[in-house]
């Protein structure tokens, strides 16, 4: 594979972190009246900013202001406890040997915990980014944008690897090709030629191939 750059997310695409990410919500919150698959299903890949906007809406009351310091402690005794890699990862990272890089909402400290804890922080050394260090969060493009411009990459250049709509919106944003991961298999958003859902990580080298080695001015199906 020739000048490829893969951008990967974090939670819910390389660590099976989205689960407890929203238990935490859960156990801090019990009169909250919804389901852990309802809270993974509305909150996937969004700011935590205005999740506790949404969350003070329907309980119909103000946070205090120690829940956020609270909830990230409380996520983070989570993960060290409980988190692992998305099946397939270990396997798939160890396949592909082109530049990669991580490009999370999640604040930084947080993405190294992540990748510690699961043993991927070997995979990615410092080739880290975090929205709250870009000032900017998914669907903008920025946050993708700067990764590929610090990787030494064009957008077209790179693929995208995610699992939320609202980062395959943001890399849509950026001109970048997206690889949506669904560990059930259902695409979210209409796939397109720049977008395709696979829901096997361990698919994902031959598919980075199949795109290496695709022509630009080609759409790109794969059955």
């Excluded at 400290?109 to 991927?120: H, P």
């Excluded at 790179?158 to 259902?186: F, M, N, P, R, W």
Aim: proline share 6%; charged share 20%.
């Amino acid at each position: 594979m020739d000048r490829l750059c893969v951008i990967f997310d974090l939670d819910g695409t390389l660590v099976d972190s989205e689960g407890l990410c929203n238990q935490a919500f859960l156990n801090l919150l019990p009169q909250l009246n919804d389901t852990l698959d309802t809270l993974i299903q509305g909150y996937r890949g969004k700011k935590l900013a205005p999740i506790l906007t949404d969350i003070e809406h329907r309980l119909g009351h103000t946070l205090p202001n120690t829940f956020e310091p609270d909830y990230r402690q409380h996520v983070a005794d989570l993960f060290s406890r409980e988190l692992k890699p998305i099946p397939g990862v270990l396997e798939m990272l160890n396949a592909i040997h082109v530049p990669k890089c991580i490009a999370s909402s999640g604040p930084l400290l947080k993405i190294r915990q992540a990748l510690q804890v699961s043993g991927l922080a070997s995979y990615f050394d410092d080739n880290l980014f975090s929205s709250y260090d870009v000032g900017s969060w998914k669907p903008e493009p920025h946050l993708f944008l700067h990764a590929a411009h610090a990787m030494g990459f064009k957008p077209h250049q790179c693929v995208v690897v995610e699992d939320s709509d609202v980062g395959v919106e943001a890399a849509t944003a950026a001109g970048i090709k997206v690889l949506q991961y669904s560990k059930h298999g259902e695409s979210r958003l209409y796939p397109t030629k720049a977008h395709l859902c696979f829901d096997d990580m361990l698919k994902l080298p031959a598919l980075l191939t199949d795109l290496a080695n695709m022509p630009a001015t080609l759409s790109y199906t794969r059955d």
